[in-house]
């Protein structure tokens, strides 16, 4: 079995595959301050219900976009998987070319990933909506080349920001209105929000797709589903793109 990690600012993903297929995945708070030890405690009580012993973990892919938590998957890596683990990073591959983005080193490890399962699922021109800590939006070439992208504020910042700088609206839940004139404080903000970010969703990938041509658009990321069940810009949601992105360049390195 082949464990993949998708260190976010917000999320820890994992993800178990078997073969080609991922048959369990869970999603988890990035905590910057736990030791490797108790990110073991964590997994090893994920595998148990679930049947699954470290003995049965083969291979360990991981990318990162929170540096100083490496380290510490490194050593749970070899401590818990006696397993090195296989770090993305943008400089250290060769299989998606990036062209034109300066420095190249900048480019995320997850923004990497992604663009080279998309190209897998849909080929390219492509474009990649990732709703994350931020929303990102990546474009891969016909070739299959990262050429470069957006990073909005995602949706949750967006939200945190509109309740810590205006002392009279309250903290509310991100979803779907039922229409977008509200009757109420919350139901307003919860218009605002959601209708002023598929907004500026279609308003990217218009732009975007000017640029690049005719693309064809993958959202993943937890908020991906609900986003694109208002717009018509997205054709296509893989919540687990960016683990299926990491199984593919395992098998690829090694």
């Keep these: ?35 490797f030890d108790e990110y073991a405690v964590l997994f090893r009580n994920l595998f148990e219900l679930e049947g699954i012993s470290s003995e049965d973990i083969e291979g360990m892919v991981i990318s990162s976009v929170v540096p100083p938590l490496n380290k510490t998957f490194e050593s749970l890596a070899k401590q818990y998987f006696s397993l090195d683990p296989l770090f993305i990073e943008a400089t250290r591959q060769n299989l998606v070319p990036i062209p034109t983005y300066k420095p190249p080193a900048d480019v995320g490890a997850d923004r990497i990933v992604n663009a080279m399962a998309a190209f897998d699922l849909i080929g390219g021109p492509s474009i990649v909506v990732d709703f994350g800590t931020a929303t990102t939006f990546d474009a891969i070439s016909g070739k299959g080349e990262y050429l470069g992208g957006v990073i909005a504020p995602g949706i949750s910042i967006s939200a945190e920001a509109l ?47 000017g640029e690049l041509g005719e693309a064809q658009v993958l959202a993943t990321g937890g908020l991906a589903s609900l986003v694109a069940a208002a717009t018509d810009a997205i054709d296509r949601v893989e919540e687990d793109l960016t683990l299926f992105g990491l199984r593919l360049f395992h098998s690829k390195l090694n």
């Design 1 to 35: 079995m082949l464990l993949a990690i998708d260190i976010g600012n917000t999320q820890l993903v994992l993800g178990i595959f078997k073969g080609d297929q991922l048959v369990h995945s869970w999603r988890v708070v990035t905590r910057r301050n736990q030791t």
């Design 163 to 209: 309740f810590s700088r205006a002392s009279k609206l309250p903290r509310i839940e991100i979803r779907k209105p039922s229409k977008v004139i509200g009757d109420s404080t919350v139901g307003s903000m919860q218009s605002g929000l959601y209708f002023g970010y598929v907004g500026l969703v279609e308003g990217i990938l218009g732009k975007m797709k």
